[in-house]
T-cell receptor, first 110, second 115 residues
Framework: AQRVTQPEKLLSVFKGAPVELKCNYS??????LFWYVQYSRQRLQLLLR??SRESIKGFTADLNKGETSFHLKKPFAQEEDSAMYYC????????????FGTGTSLTVIP | GAVVSQHPSWVICKSGTSVKIECRSL??????MFWYRQFPKQSLMLMATSNEGSKATYEQGVEKDKFLINHASLTLSTLTVTSAHPEDSSFYIC???????????FGSGTRLTVV
């Protein structure tokens, strides 16, 4: 069963514009949601996790259990934000295993 | 912070040969490591869960005899692609979860090209 859905494979925004990368999930228990980022030719790295409720590089994400969403947002996109973004889910009954979305490639146009 | 070293970062091999990929946790112990595969324009797909001192657990559709996983110590897991074929060309990445604390750390990945 599809657990994490990222509906946009490609997303382009102009520098300085707001950006939102969508993520919806399907999970019966209490999930842990994450956003991972992969810059060109670099390792996948953790960007955000919902339990920390922190802002990293200007990005925030709020877990909306009613809408089962965990959208990633940034008010003003920067060129260095261009990367591949993956939404991921983990939960008590998944052990330490992650379920990843298919990823969204973000391009910030100068 | 926790670092996972994955080696090699890229490898080109001939069809029919075997390739070993190493995943090491450098400053922490990991009882569990995961191996993922990413085909172009697709998401990371979990291949197997590697548990120290026991047999790996493979996801459905992953051939355990082809993708041999060994987790001999708390800091090292290896993935061996046996009798590689061009369709095995992919990006392989490992991740490790520390025994204590929170966090999942990924290796830098291995780009395998089978010619």
């Amino acid at each position: 069963a599809q657990r994490v859905t990222q509906p946009e494979k490609l997303l382009s925004v102009f520098k300085g514009a707001p950006v939102e990368l969508k993520c919806n999930y399907s999970y019966s228990g209490s999930p842990e949601l994450f956003w991972y980022v992969q810059y060109s030719r670099q390792r996948l790295q953790l960007l955000l996790r919902h339990i920390s409720r922190e802002s990293i590089k200007g990005f925030t994400a709020d877990l909306n259990k009613g809408e089962t969403s965990f959208h990633l947002k940034k008010p003003f996109a920067q060129e260095e934000d261009s990367a591949m973004y993956y939404c991921a889910l983990s939960g008590q009954d998944t052990g330490n295993q992650f379920y990843f979305g298919t990823g969204t490639s973000l391009t910030v146009i100068p | 912070g926790a670092v996972v070293s994955q080696h090699p970062s890229w490898v080109i091999c001939k069809s029919g040969t075997s390739v070993k990929i190493e995943c090491r946790s450098l400053d922490f112990q990991a009882t569990t490591m995961f191996w993922y595969r990413q085909f172009p324009k697709q998401s990371l797909m979990l291949m197997a869960t590697s548990n120290e001192g026991s047999k790996a657990t493979y996801e459905q559709g992953v051939e355990k005899d082809k993708f041999l996983i060994n987790h001999a110590s708390l800091t090292l897991s290896t993935l061996t692609v046996t009798s590689a074929h061009p369709e095995d060309s992919s990006f392989y990445i490992c991740s490790a979860h520390p025994i204590t604390g929170f966090g999942y750390t990924f290796g830098s990945g291995t780009r395998l090209t089978v010619v």
